[in-house]
């Protein structure tokens, strides 16, 4: 069965930056859509960005529009998340997720946090 692990969060400054990575490993499918999606305390989660392992489109929030950016290196399995220009408003534990479409999730990570201080 594929897992995903995230890895990159920690504690950074207001305008700094964090690159997120999500590894797909073992045996199984691999899901055409990747998505990142994120839950800040006392709130539901939300998606943030997502991107296509066939076509390499991307679906971006609004939020997420013009400081951040996802790729993916199919032959490492990875899907990664460059946030720049970060906010405290974007402190949150950050999950990975995979499904054929993306109203299809089916698998997640275990999350990573990312806390930006003021």
């Known amino acids: 069965q594929v897992q995903l692990v995230e890895s990159g969060g920690g504690l950074v400054q207001a305008g700094d930056s964090l690159r997120l990575s999500c590894v797909a490993s073992?045996?199984?499918?691999?899901?055409?859509?990747t998505g990142w999606f994120r839950q800040a305390p006392g709130k539901e989660r939300e998606f943030v960005v997502g991107?296509?392992?066939?076509?390499?489109?991307?679906n971006y929030a609004d939020s997420a529009k013009g400081r951040f950016t996802v790729s993916r290196d199919n032959a490492k399995n990875t899907v990664y998340l460059q946030m720049n220009s970060l906010k405290p408003e974007d402190t949150a534990v950050y999950y990975c997720?995979?499904?054929?479409?993306?109203?299809?999730?089916?698998?997640w990570g275990q999350g990573t946090q990312v806390t930006v201080s003021s």
């Open positions: 991107i296509s392992r066939s076509t390499g489109t991307t």
């Open positions: 997720a995979a499904g054929p479409f993306y109203n299809q999730i089916l698998i």
């Open positions: 073992g045996r199984g499918v691999r899901y055409d859509v």
